[in-house]
């Protein structure tokens, strides 16, 4: 069992990760929760339960999203229940079949934090199909582009730098797009490995790909006509320094595409945080095992371990990222307010009930110019 001075200490700073600690109408059932967790035994039959928190809590919001009621009551009482449930499992005592397990923490002060990243990413799109790697993120970024008028029509003229590719799935998205020339990069050689031998087998050829950092990038000023950044400063150590990088190897005149997660964010990001703090020293690999026992998909499993079990998630105003562009040179700089049906700020276009309190302010979607 967790010493109790520990357990109380990280309560203490527990409002550092979870922001609706102290000021929603949940904050009880956030701190009641996370207490009962912190007080588990070390092994592997309660990090399989706190695993199980995942899939109820984002199950549970989904449940919520289009009922006219008041959003922060429901979810007071599916935190409430969620606690029951573990408390009702841990009496079954069947956690005497499982053996224990050796602490897994995560360290942001290690310096390979970077790797731990981009295997976490790597690991995730490893298992994506062929049509949700190929044909599904291609029709996605291009309905999100002609929804907010994005023209493209000269993409056969363009070069495209997709910083912080991952596996490459948006890279391929570009390059079936009919781009020029595509380079992917990223720090993960499992992701980037992944990537090359996808577009290999489908002979696709006008995409490379380079392992890099996306905060110093091995590119000179002005080389890309399109810089695409999807999703990924927010996870790195300085995503200003990303930002100033993006624009350094913009041509001017190009075109930025910068996706960081907002703030605030609503109830759906207070979910994850929540569950941050309660896996955040689960072996990445057990909780992928424990999702695809319950016959979850292998995108779902991305969607939902994305940004719970990734070791940095910042989250950073629209304000604070218009300022950050424009400070590095950034012109024409517009957010995106109009998204595909799933997204949050398409649910915020549309004004279903409560959607504020639900979504916050939605994705951060930016372009400009230089």
């Known amino acids: 069992m967790f010493a109790e001075d520990k357990a109380i200490s990280d309560l203490k700073s527990i409002d550092k990760i979870v922001e609706c600690i102290s000021e929603k109408k949940y904050s009880a059932s956030v701190v009641s929760l996370i207490n009962f967790c912190e007080n588990l035994p070390n092994n592997n039959f309660n990090n399989y339960l706190k695993i199980s928190c995942i899939p109820f809590l984002f199950h549970s919001f989904e449940n919520i999203i ?3 009621e008041d959003p922060a009551i429901i979810f007071d009482n599916i935190l409430k229940e969620l606690k029951n449930n573990l408390e009702e499992t841990i009496k079954s005592s069947f956690d005497n079949i499982f053996e224990t397990s050796q602490d897994f923490i995560i360290n942001e002060e290690n310096e390979k934090l970077e790797l731990e990243t981009g295997d976490h990413y790597g690991n995730l799109f490893k298992g994506f199909t062929p049509d949700k790697y190929f044909n599904e993120t291609k029709e996605l970024l291009k309905k999100r582009l002609e929804i907010n008028n994005i023209d493209i029509s000269n993409i056969h003229k363009y070069t495209v730098l997709d910083q912080g590719c991952g596996g490459g799935r948006y890279s391929v998205a570009w390059a079936l797009l009919g781009a020029k020339k595509v380079v992917g990069i990223d720090i993960s050689k499992i992701g980037i490995n ?3 031998k996808r577009a290999k087998r489908a002979n696709i ?6 392992i890099g950092n996306v905060l110093d990038l091995p590119f000179q000023k002005n080389e890309f006509d399109i810089v695409f950044s999807n999703g990924v400063l927010h996870h790195t150590k300085d995503w200003k320094k990303g930002i100033s990088e993006q624009l350094r190897v913009l041509k001017p005149d190009g075109l930025g595409w910068q996706y960081l997660i907002e703030q605030p964010g609503g109830i759906f990001w207070d979910k994850i945080e929540i569950l941050r703090m309660i896996v955040r020293n689960i072996n990445k690999n057990f909780a992928i095992k424990v999702l695809s026992g319950y016959g979850i998909s292998t995108n779902r499993i991305f969607y939902m371990l994305d940004h719970v079990m990734v070791p940095i ?10 300022m950050e562009l424009e400070k590095n040179g950034a012109k024409d700089v517009r957010r995106l307010t109009r998204g595909l049906g799933f997204d949050r700020i398409e649910y915020i276009h549309k004004e279903i009930p409560y959607a ?3 979504f916050g302010v939605g994705e951060n979607r930016f372009i400009f110019t230089k």
């Open 66 to 68: 289009n009922k006219n």
């Open 194 to 196: 992944d990537a090359v």
């Open 205 to 210: 050829q006008n995409v490379e790909y380079k």
């Open 313 to 322: 998630n910042t989250r950073i105003t629209p304000e604070e990222l218009k």
């Open 356 to 358: 504020k309190m639900k």
